[in-house]
T-cell receptor, first 114, second 115 residues
Framework: SQKIEQNSEALNIQEGKTATLTCNYT??????LQWYRQDPGRGPVFLLL?????KEKRKERLKVTFDTTLKQSLFHITASQPADSATYLC?????????????FGSGTRLSIRP | DAGVIQSPRHEVTEMGQEVTLRCKPI?????LFWYRQTMMRGLELLIY????????DSGMPEDRFSAKMPNASFSTLKIQPSEPRDSAVYFC?????????????FGPGTRLTVT
């Protein structure tokens, strides 16, 4: 069966360190993968999208890698700050057009302690 | 733009009652999605529309759930009759068509409690 796993329900990191979140999937061949941030009581907010032919994507302190052989994406936040504390969701596309839907992982709750 | 607008923000109802959730997508967006989020099941896609037409409703849990999009600026998700297990946060999201622009914009959600 198809499955998306985000390792670690919760991750606690010291401020200033790099936080690394993992997203593994099975029985999917996504054309792209997205990462979202969700704060308590709010809807998810889009952060980054990486396509199957891209190995790495960066945006400010964020970096995403995508390994279609390992079926894994890593999400890094460098120089982490307490304001980065939130739940982070990975989402995989199902289908090969802009009409495709995305399936979300269960999320990883990240806490950055001062 | 005000972003995706959902109403009500909170809804408390008794089992057996009809519940209607409302969504106004971002102007110009061609796709509209309805999701449900619970602690146990995470964020689940219920149904999505393209140009007001339902494309995939395979996530709708059962016949008690129905969704409509009468025009490009309004959609409803209806539960009739509601049950306690429907308690969740329901999100609406929209996006533009086009391969280069695939991010979804989520509304603030409606927290539904069925007693």
């Amino acid at each position: 069966s198809q499955k998306i796993e985000q390792n670690s329900e919760a991750l606690n990191i010291q401020e200033g360190k790099t936080a690394t979140l993992t997203c593994n999937y099975t029985n999917y061949s996504p054309a792209y993968l997205q990462w979202y941030r969700q704060d308590p009581g709010r809807g998810p907010v889009f952060l980054l999208l990486i396509r199957e032919n891209e190995k790495e994507k960066r945006k400010e302190r964020l970096k995403v890698t995508f390994d279609t052989t390992l079926k894994q994406s890593l999400f890094h936040i460098t120089a982490s700050q307490p304001a980065d504390s939130a739940t982070y969701l990975c989402a995989l596309s199902v289908g090969y057009s802009s009409a495709s839907k995305i399936i979300f992982g269960s999320g990883t709750r990240l806490s950055i302690r001062p | 733009d005000a972003g995706v607008i959902q109403s009500p923000r909170h809804e408390v109802t008794e089992m057996g009652q009809e519940v209607t959730l409302r969504c106004k997508p971002i102007s110009g967006h061609d796709y509209l999605f309805w999701y449900r989020q619970t602690m146990m099941r995470g964020l689940e896609l219920l149904i999505y529309f393209n140009n007001n037409v339902p494309i995939d409703d395979s996530g709708m849990p059962e016949d008690r759930f129905s969704a409509k999009m009468p025009n490009a600026s309004f959609s409803t998700l209806k539960i009739q009759p509601s049950e306690p297990r429907d308690s969740a946060v329901y999100f609406c999201a929209s996006k533009e068509q086009g391969l280069a622009v695939d991010e979804q914009y989520f509304g603030p959600g409606t927290r539904l409690t069925v007693t």
